[in-house]
């Protein structure tokens, strides 16, 4: 099926049996590099640099944006849950024009910069993610949470800023890893 937004040879790669919806808007084609077994589901919106990894999951509605200067990556296996916003760049709302009609110098305090989401992440529903947040290896938030600082490797945060809940078995997360690839 076509997309109505863009066409898959405007973006920059794209692997093997890779799902993107109707619906994906994505504004800048050209600095999205997508590698194999990805879907991106209906009525995501793409306005940044995005590097995805083998086997990522969008789910619809989701929101990666920033910019064309940002830079988002999602590493392998890692998922985002429906309706999830990762803001690579952001306004201070004190300072400036708000808005991505003006040129860089009348914006005032604002950051561009970039997210990554390690090799098994996942982002839970209508949470959002600001800039410069690391999840490291196996990092989660729960839903309807805030990341504004680096989450720690195979831990659940959750909340208004994201806490600390829980720590994720990372030797069982390896494990099925090791046994879906020989399944392959």
């Known amino acids: 099926m076509e997309n109505i937004f863009f066409s898959l040879s405007e973006l920059k790669s794209c692997g093997k049996n890779v799902i993107i919806g109707k619906t ?3 504004r800048y084609p050209q600095f999205v590099e997508i590698g194999d ?14 590097k ?8 619809s509605g989701c929101k990666i944006i920033g910019g064309k200067n940002a830079f988002v990556e999602m590493c392998e296996f890692s998922t ?11 306004d201070d709302y004190l300072s400036g024009i708000a808005t991505p ?9 604002f950051k561009i910069g970039k997210i990554k989401l390690n ?9 959002v ?4 947040v690391i999840f490291e290896e196996g990092a989660c938030l729960g ?42």
């Not at 077994?37 to 995005?50: A, E």
């Not at 995805?52 to 789910?59: F, G, K």
């Not at 090799?119 to 949470?127: D, L, P």
């Not at 805030?146 to 800023?161: D, Q, R, V, W």
């Open 80 to 90: 985002l849950a429906p309706n999830v916003v990762l803001s690579a760049g952001s």
């Open 143 to 184: 839903a309807l949470s805030l990341a504004n600082k680096n989450i720690p490797e195979y831990t659940l945060y959750a909340g208004i800023p994201a806490y600390k809940v829980k720590v994720r078995n990372k030797s069982e997360i390896t494990k099925l890893e090791k046994k879906y690839k020989n399944y392959e």
């Open 37 to 50: 077994n990805v879907i991106i589901d209906d009525f995501t919106y793409i306005s940044t640099s995005l």
């Open 101 to 109: 009609l003006v040129p860089l110098e009348f914006k005032g305090n």
């Open 52 to 59: 995805l990894h083998d086997n990522v999951h969008i789910s």
């Open 24 to 26: 994906v808007r994505i």
């Open 129 to 132: 993610v600001l800039p410069d």
């Open 119 to 127: 090799k098994h992440c996942i982002v839970g529903s209508g949470s």
